[in-house]
């Protein structure tokens, strides 16, 4: 089995927008998600992240070659204003699954904030308990959020999941380097990985890689911007390299 | 018994209206529950789906030469707006009135939605647990959903299903044969069954069970079409016709 | 002990009114809880429906030759508009009191209805499952219901009861003998006892009691046309001999 | 030890009131605990009730001889007009700091109610099965209570605290002696006491224990009127007196 | 180890400022929260007041040698009119991280006080049973609050506390010695410890050490006087001296 850490880096291939974006993101080739194992698993990724659901139909046999984080609650793209989304899979579950970490999405800034601190706080202890690991994706937004890429904003949330037990943060990348040393430093001993984002061209793409590389994260949770690539295993190396990871795809 | 699936297809007869819509859909023949075994018994359904009460009084003896689904929730034609329905009857008594799988409706666009995927994917994880199946009617509605039949809608609707966990998920057909073939995909290893749908004449109905069919549907869930008609076993028999099952009914 | 049921009949005294309207219902005789255990066992009434409090110091001694019904919940008249009453009384309670049955009143129709059928719907899985019976005081009420009275209301109402598992079903009666026989039919295998409602001249009562009897219910729930009577002995004979019951009284 | 009952009758020294009204009804003598216990036993009061807290640090050594009313909820002054108050001390705690008796308050009329009942109907449950008795302090307040001296609010509140199981009600007293003799009739087996209230002049008090007396009381809880006296043991002997109890203070 | 009290006194470094306030409290120095822990063991801390997370990274080696208080709860600065908390942090998980002592924050005057006084109380128990101390950080705050360093609000938050079950309580100081005294009389056997707030010259701050220790504080939670100082040492000795502890840092 590849592991969640290679050197101290971890690259993750996220393929939970299906949940929180819709079919829209996905065509005939990547809304199977064999597909998204295959990917994984030939670009050495440290994880795939995914819902119970598609990993309880697709984490079998030679999939299990690529470590699973089980992402725990979900949000659909309906609710935006003053999101909230409650845990929907117990930490018991996922481990039964075959899960290395569990994955829950924060929405700091949103009048329900209090129900989510409670639950992550819960899940950092069961995964402790497990010996899994606790990841959070942590989003701004809300009535109190103005700008989610604020410097001061990030920081606050690297430091809320640090707080709360994360032993990953996935943040948004604003693109001021010098300003993301902070918001990492901020995290503490919570380790950062940047959010890919939507798709844009490889070499724009690899531009912002190369700055959260400098930033100081220890890697990054990438979805679109690979699965919905037509060379997806070309930019996983790319990636790879600026991570000083060995890759020979 | 008769199975669950028959050559990878499952037809379901459906009496959960009563609690759904009220006795206005029935007359007084098929108000009487047993009328409805009698008739999944001889048109040789895969399964019954009832709410629990209904299970309690009625699966017993022959009647459990069918399979049964037990509904976890329902809902009165009283609220519509922004529909919530919360699991009233528990996985564990289901498993003890003989259940083969649960059923459970989400309204996914609800401003409840998110009460509805945690209790939906505990009761798949449960249902997992005991070995039975989670079937998830999965209907679009509420302030979030403009048209429930849009494929967009739909496909969205899929994909939730199949990421929560469903075995099985009922979903509405629009009559577009190639939008629902990407609606079936999007659903992954989730099979898909289509809602029969308020009662229209025997050609119309069939008409649109043959493009159910071609759509990659691997059955429907039908109630008032046959249970309303006076030659239930007839349409049953030219239901099977078009998935491919034998009949001589 | 006298039995819940007389050859499939029942009659039930009922003295909860003292939680649902207040004293106000009550004279220095009636008021004293022993009074109505005394019209019961003298009466042969077939069950006395209490609250918990009620059965716990009055269901000793002699009292217990009449069986018990405990009502597990309770609403004041304070609260009418969009009632909601929740479990208070739990049944593993109800059976260490010593009641034959539980009772629980669901407001169809009230925004509240979920709440309240996943309450009942748990009351009927734990009353199974401690061997008692489980009676839902159905009564539609709130913004969703324009007459109480009107047929397909009472029989949406006693389908809805059913469906959630109640063994016998308390209804309103409207008046109309052959709309009340379809509301009866609709409940199925749950027995329909009507609600002898506030106090009315013996004879009228009566009239009602025979058209009750002719709709097909297996008894009813009686209180004041009872208790408030100076007669009570001499009206409960009337009403065993219209159910054709024995009676020396 | 002191017993929760003297022939019958029942002296509670109430001192919740720095919970209820804040530190404003206290001077420097009294606002020590000590202070309060001191009194309870040289009046050879029935109880002293308390939240548990206070029972927690001075429930100890000497002050065990008087009995412990653990008081399970409480409410500030800021919260009048539509109040709730919920459980906070566990019946299973009161037991260990050793209670004899739990004390909860309802807000009848409140548009809370409902959870209030809950809460109280299980303590007496737990109550019962530890052996302890179980005491509503019952307010009628909030948006459906007009005046809450009135004697049908007064009567449905001692008949609602019976009928959810209480032991014993603390009502307010409303003058009228043949009112309150209906109130206490309506509490059925439920002894009750009266509340002393705030404080009145020696004679107006004892005034007023009389007719509390005449309608039928098991007793009173009072604070402010003793523990605010400069002769607290004087005005104690007094009421001791009325309920023809022995006294040498 | 150094001990929660010295000789009836207790200096707590807190560090909770990173969750409520924001990293912007922070520097590059101390937003490392091993800083944190080097200072309060060099300073000779009773405690160090930290969040479950930021234990579960740093509470180890030699940084045991300092006391350990989880805070169970937490907000942001997002939410201030109408403030919750929810615990976050189980009493039991804060035992496994080595933890002395729990703190939680309650916000009196809030119209969701009912929530937090309920959940402190459960706490006060099950620290209670635990054998750690229940500190309650008690800050008046909310609609029915229009001065949160009056006396009387003052004197209200230490009475609650006391009355919940809290060992320790901490509070603001408003600067009149003689009410402050009152303030902490109505703590009772419920030590209280004054709150460091924000940073002021040192002279300044430690003039109001002076009365707190005045005042009859047992000590003080002091987190920015500190580590955001560039002599923390040298204001940490002055504090010692204050309250007569020994130092030679």
């Not at 940047?194 to 061209?201: E, I």
Request: net charge neutral.
């Amino acid at each position: 089995m590849q592991e969640l850490f290679t050197e101290g880096k971890t690259l993750i291939l996220a393929c939970d927008q299906g949940f929180e974006h819709g079919p829209e993101d996905f065509n005939l080739q990547n809304i199977d998600t064999q597909y998204i194992f295959d990917l994984a698993i030939e670009g050495k990724y440290n994880a795939v992240a995914l819902q119970a659901g598609l990993a309880k139909h697709y984490y079998k046999g030679d999939n299990r070659r690529v470590p699973l984080i089980v992402k725990l609650n979900g949000k659909t793209k309906f609710d935006n204003d003053d999101p909230v989304s409650y845990q929907h899979t117990s930490v018991e579950y996922a481990v039964q699954l075959g899960a290395s970490a569990v994955g829950y999405t924060i929405y700091l800034g949103s009048s329900h904030e209090q129900v989510m601190f409670k639950e992550f706080a819960k899940i950092c202890e069961e995964a402790h308990k497990y010996g899994i690991l606790a990841v959070c994706w942590m989003y701004p937004r809300g009535p109190a959020i103005k700008d989610d890429l604020d410097t001061d904003v990030l920081a606050y949330a690297a430091r809320i999941a640090s707080e709360l037990g994360a032993d990953i943060v996935k943040l948004k990348f604003n693109g001021d380097v010098s300003a993301m040393k902070w918001v990492v430093k901020c995290a503490g001993k919570t380790k950062v990985v940047f959010a890919g984002g939507s798709k844009v061209s490889p070499s724009k793409f690899l531009g912002v890689v190369e700055q959260m590389h400098e930033s100081g994260a220890c890697g990054l949770a990438v979805g679109r911007n690979v699965w919905q690539s037509d060379q997806p295993l070309k930019i996983t190396a790319a990636i790879r390299e600026v991570f000083g990871l060995k890759h020979n795809l």
